[in-house]
Nanobody, 121 residues
Framework: QVHLVESGGGLVQPGGSLRLSCVAS????????MSWYRQPPGKERELVAA????????NYADSVKGRFSISRDNAKNTVYLQMNSLKPDDTAVYYC??????????????WGQGTQVTVSS
């Protein structure tokens, strides 16, 4: 059975840091592009950061560039999101996403259940 399980969320003060982890099970994430999305309260889900299968290319939303860093460890089937200099606007539920990048997994799309990040003093 396929699962993506996020962890590492919580309450942090403005300017603080958190590291989110997403562990994949039931499939090998090495053939999947991995991304982090977030959904702030009352808003739509938005892409935060993405990383290619080998980790060679990363992309970030303008709002998090220079503060967040996405990385992956394919041996551990895990993707990370290091979040520094957190702001109240970063408050959201953060979701992990896996998209199949190669045949035969091309087109497969999996989501985690989300982890809450709250930035507040």
């Amino acid at each position: 059975q396929v699962h993506l399980v996020e962890s590492g969320g919580g309450l942090v003060q403005p300017g603080g840091s958190l590291r989110l982890s997403c562990v994949a099970s039931g499939f090998s994430s090495r053939n999947y592009a991995m991304s982090w999305y977030r959904q702030p309260p009352g808003k739509e889900r938005e892409l935060v950061a993405a990383i290619t299968t080998t980790g060679g290319t990363t992309n970030y939303a303008d709002s998090v560039k220079g503060r967040f860093s996405i990385s992956r460890d394919n041996a551990k089937n895990t993707v990370y999101l290091q979040m520094n200099s957190l702001k109240p606007d970063d408050t959201a539920v953060y979701y992990c996403n896996a998209k199949g990048a190669y045949v035969p997994v091309l087109g497969r799309n999996y989501w985690g259940q989300g982890t809450q990040v709250t930035v507040s003093s």
